[in-house]
């Protein structure tokens, strides 16, 4: 599986989006772009994937470049309670296979 | 169906003792997977089972740790002779993989286990 480089921490203001960029420059064709979150205290959370298309789901947004390098989740209107560590992964299998976690963004949300 | 299920939540136990963690999955999910996680890192992939089929292991599971999902159902992760460096959460997730009926994977709260 390609390897991902997420900056290390993120502030937000309550109320506005969240940006959190992820670099996947040595993506191959048929790996999937996918994002979890981890709250405090809590298991990881799936939130969205992709593989080249932008995705839109009741939690969030994906972006993906045009050359696949890169994404962008994008939570529209991040609340206290979006403050978590935010991981980028790619993987080849749609389903089924492990997920290989790096360290993750922790995205604080600040009211 | 609640998700996926971990007990203990919490488990103190002294260097050399074994320990035993177990994960209930959700109901119908045929892949159960554990995972390691320390302090500011993200999860580690330790092991991963497809039914009762143990199909893949990290080589970070080293020979004092063993999984078992015997019926297919829940499973259980034991840790021989314990060490310090045996201290982290230890996750379970659970997924579906099936013909068009497909899941993303779902984890537990893990099990935070200290040695002490």
């Known amino acids: 599986d390609a390897k991902t480089t997420q900056p290390p921490s993120m502030d937000c203001a309550e109320g506005r989006a969240a940006n959190l960029p992820c670099n996947h420059s040595t993506i191959s064709g048929n790996e999937y772009v996918y994002w979890y979150r981890q709250i405090h205290s809590q298991g990881p959370q799936y939130i969205i994937h992709g593989l080249k298309n932008n995705e839109t789901n009741e939690m969030a947004s994906l972006i993906i470049t045009e050359d696949r390098k890169s994404s962008t989740l994008i939570l529209p209107h991040a609340t206290l309670r979006d403050t978590a560590v935010y991981y980028c992964i790619v993987r080849v299998a749609l389903y089924g296979n492990k997920l290989v976690f790096g360290a993750g963004t922790i995205l604080r949300v600040k009211s | 169906d609640t998700g996926v299920s971990q007990d203990p939540r919490h488990k103190i136990t002294k260097r050399g003792q074994n320990v035993t963690f177990r994960c209930d999955p959700i109901s119908e999910h045929n892949r159960l997977y554990w995972y390691r996680q320390t302090l500011g890192q993200g999860p580690e992939f330790l092991t991963y089972f497809q039914n009762e089929a143990q199909l893949e292991k990290s080589r970070l599971l080293s020979d004092r740790f063993s999984a078992e999902r015997p019926k297919g159902s829940f499973s259980t992760l034991e840790i021989q002779r314990t060490e310090q460096g045996d201290s982290a959460m230890y996750l379970c997730?659970?997924?579906?993989?099936?013909?068009?009926?497909?899941?993303?994977?779902?984890f537990g709260q893990g099990t935070r286990l200290t040695v002490v």
């Open positions: 997730a659970s997924s579906l993989v099936a013909f068009r009926r497909n899941t993303e994977a779902f």
